[in-house]
């Protein structure tokens, strides 16, 4: 399943959903598997209004929220998109994601 190959410290880009428009990018901070759900860099950043408290001085802190994996795609260098990926065995038996579309290996 394509959802399962997106990992932290990934480059994604968004490709569904309100900020697909812009073709948002970040970096994958935290993948929450179970839910299948990721929280990226500057993606999906939602204004929280704080209270005051003794820790902080309370006001509008951003802050991203969760975003559904179906709604983001590794970024492939060569082709400078989002991209389906693919796994494929080296001859050392290492796997490694692979762009779907031109064929170059994510993990370097
Ligand atoms: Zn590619």
């Not at 050392?92 to 994601?97: A, E, I, N, S």
Request: overall charge positive; glycine content about 8%; hydrophobic content about 35%.
């Amino acid at each position: 399943m394509a959802v399962t190959n997106i990992r932290k410290d990934d480059l994604v880009e968004v490709i569904a959903g309100s900020e697909s428009v812009t073709k948002k990018r970040g970096k994958v901070l935290r993948v929450i598997k179970e839910k299948n759900r990721a929280v990226v860099e500057k993606v999906n950043v939602i204004k929280r209004h704080m209270k005051p408290s003794q820790l902080s001085q309370g006001g509008i802190v951003e802050k991203e929220a969760t975003i559904h994996l179906s709604n983001i795609a590794l970024v492939c260098q060569k082709c400078d998109r989002g991209v389906r990926v693919g796994i494929k065995v080296l001859d050392d038996g290492t796997k490694v994601r692979v762009c779907k579309k031109c064929g170059e290996v994510i993990d370097k």
